[in-house]
């Protein structure tokens, strides 16, 4: 299973989702521009002694990460969507998509497929949670489905 940061903002955030990535076995992909420098401390620090264990690839858009991996099933994560990401099946082949902090995913990519457009259900009056806590849930959720593959 593949996880995509698509313009990710805060280096913080990015650090422990590559500890994520290290502890499911996910890669980790990093569509360009980021919001932060690759040297910045914040996002090393974050990743803590993890970056060795995590398969991270950063690409220049979003249209060249697809060309690596035709046939893929993207599921995008927004606020905007209208089925609940638990109420999914997931393929070991899918690809998790996750936006910036600030402004999430682009209207026209979430256009692409509507169906494929997954939230976290929150109570009426809560903008978002964190995007590293959205991403560790939704992985989670989809690798309990796959029975944790080459996990202990």
């Known amino acids: 299973m593949e996880i995509v940061l698509y313009e990710p903002e805060i280096p913080q955030n990015t650090g422990n989702i590559v500890r994520l990535a ?3 076995g996910c890669g980790l992909h990093l569509i360009e521009p980021l919001g932060f420098f690759w040297n ?3 996002l090393k620090r974050a990743g803590l002694d993890y970056w060795e264990y995590a398969w ?3 690409h220049r858009s979003f249209d060249h990460f ?3 991996f035709p046939g893929c099933r993207p599921y995008y994560l927004s606020t905007k969507g209208t089925k609940g990401y ?3 099946r997931f393929t070991q082949d899918d690809i998790l998509v996750f936006g910036p902090e600030t402004r999430g ?3 026209k990519l979430l256009a692409t497929d509507a169906d494929h457009v997954l939230r976290l259900p929150m109570v009426p ?3 978002c949670i964190n995007l590293s806590n959205s991403v560790a849930v939704v992985t ?3 690798l309990r489905q796959l029975q944790f593959p080459g996990m202990i």
Do not use: S, W
């Open 22 to 24: 290290a502890a499911t």
């Open 40 to 42: 910045d401390r914040n």
């Open 56 to 58: 991270v690839k950063r």
């Open 66 to 68: 697809l060309t690596l």
């Open 86 to 88: 638990h109420e999914v």
């Open 105 to 107: 995913l682009p209207e």
């Open 125 to 127: 009056g809560i903008r």
């Open 140 to 142: 989670y959720e989809a």
